[in-house]
């Protein structure tokens, strides 16, 4: 697959003004009222929700394109997902313009609805698959109201998502910030870290030999690096029943997270084969009894998006250390497509072209917050919630990838994320908008898909531009404003779903 690389030029360069280091030199300065620092779903809604509000922002990314897990891990697909009505939903109608850059889908196959008196293939996993009669209102709902009956016929009927082009998504993203004329994006840029005085980041120190000095900062780096260095409390691993009563929490607490997935592509062939496995690679499974279930995804052209689920549990990784577990990704993934290309025949048909430059990390570091979101909010829902500060809507199942504890799989209704979960605890001028926002293991299962993310990144940016307006710390951010802000930029807060937000996505 072509690599875009867009090299942006740090046209930030200091306004004239430079800090004294100990060697009595210059470290030159970045200035900008915002500084977003992680440019994955979470950094782009963040940094596009202030600068559309006048904001002048910095966003900060390592990588050498925008997009994070949704493009450089193929993560390349929005599962349905309630509340995700504003910025996705802008990004969304700019990817339409283009050939081929997203599709909505609906359930093609899946493992669990096999019949063998009707059909004796079993088709190893689930797929989705194009269907152009679809529209986005269709992929806005993964809960089940307990009067509707689970299985097939209720999943091929609400059940779409989204399926996109990743470097497609990245230049886009791009593009929107770029639009705003309010947004510097410095790629290939890593933060180092944080220096903090009084519970406020006064400065961050970039990996290009510059400090970025900002009035607000927001942490989207995914693993809450930011909040880390600031000093911020951080869970890991799963929680204890008793830590937050959550009823389907281990009774002790362990170290386990979430599996990980190294996600590959496969394009069509003109004569069917079997790829020759490479040398040092058997044809056995050789890390679990039995080769993992795939998850396949169509992308709009054509080719299948292939997620191993998972490639790795969450606790080997964490003992093996990031390149270790590439490197055994890399292996298992080849064994893994052997497997399917040997005992599916239709695989036969697509060759492999890309692998993932990086792994898929569903779970890691999440921040104690001003409120640690748990499954009792995720079973309250948003109507049974008495919070009054919720800034958008989530409803995705308790969804761990390798074995451990488990929530309920069905939600009854959406429930709602307070934003409170992105004031890392006692920070004055720091917000985090990412899956290390502040919930718990169960909590995080559901919440972490990549629209969600961007819609955390949206209140968040909206919230510093009031905190702007109002000369005020993010704390103190009044809730009612954040939330009839949002509103106005078309995020579902309530559920059902108003009448006129109903009538605005109808107009895709
Ligand atoms: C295998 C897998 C499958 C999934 N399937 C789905 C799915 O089907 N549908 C769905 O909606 N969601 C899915 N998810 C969840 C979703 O993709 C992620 O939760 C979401 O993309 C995370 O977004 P984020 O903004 O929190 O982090 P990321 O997208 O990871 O962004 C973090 C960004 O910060 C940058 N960064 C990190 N450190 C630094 C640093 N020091 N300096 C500068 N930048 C830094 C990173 O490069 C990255 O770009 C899946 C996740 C995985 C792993």
Known sequence: MRTITIIITCLAIASGCSTGNKTGTSVPVIRCELAV????????????????????????????????????????????????????????????????AIGIYSFGRHGSWFNPTLDPYRYPGGETIID????????????????????????????????????????????????????????????????????????VKLSNGKNLVATYYIDTT?????????????????????????????????????????IYRVTPIHNPSIEPLPAGITNMCWWTKKFPSAHNNHYPNGDLNINTL???????FLQ????????????????????????????????????????????????????????????????????????????????????????????PEPYGVPYRCLIPKGQRNLLVACRASSFSSLAASSCRLSRMMIQLGQA????????????VDLPDVPAERLRNSLRQQHVQLEHPMPTDLRTYLQLE
């Open 310 to 316: 998972p490639t790795m549990d969450g606790a080997e």
């Open 132 to 203: 152009p009669a679809r529209r986005y209102l269709d992929t806005l709902q993964r809960y089940r109201p307990p009067e509707m009956v689970k299985g097939e016929a209720f999943s091929r009927k609400y059940w779409h998502g989204l399926t996109f082009e990743p470097d497609a998504m990245a230049q886009t993203m791009l593009v929107m910030l770029k639009e705003t004329g309010h947004c510097r994006v410095l790629l290939n840029t890593s933060f180092i870290s944080a220096q903090v005085k009084n519970n406020r980041i006064e400065s």
């Open 37 to 100: 620092i992680g440019g994955g779903s979470g950094g782009f809604g963040a940094a596009l929700a202030a600068a559309q509000l006048g904001m002048d922002v910095v966003l900060v990314e390592k990588a050498d394109c925008l997009g994070g897990t949704s493009v450089r891990s193929g993560v390349n697909c929005w599962e349905m997902a309630a509340g995700t009505t504003g910025i996705p939903f802008d990004l969304y109608k700019r990817l339409k313009q283009q050939t081929n």
């Open 222 to 262: 995914g693993d809450g690096l930011v909040c880390t260095s600031a000093g911020c409390q951080a869970m890991m691993g799963q929680e204890s029943r008793e830590t937050f009563g959550e009823p389907h929490a281990p009774s002790n607490a362990s170290r386990r997270v979430n599996g990980i997935s190294l």
């Open 460 to 471: 968040a940016g909206t919230a510093a531009a009031l905190a702007k307006e109002l000369k």
């Open 320 to 411: 093996r250390g990031y390149h270790d577990a590439m490197e055994e990704c890399n292996r298992r993934v080849l064994a893994h497509w052997h497997y399917l290309q040997s005992n599916y025949p239709e695989f036969q048909k697509f060759k492999i072209c890309w692998i993932a430059p990086s792994l898929g990390i569903r779970e890691s570091r999440r921040i104690t917050g001003e409120y640690v979101l748990t499954e009792n909010d995720l079973l309250a829902g948003v109507n049974g919630q008495k919070h009054p500060d919720i800034i958008c809507l989530a409803d995705h199942a308790m969804d761990t990838h390798g074995g451990h504890a488990r929530g309920i799989s069905d939600l």
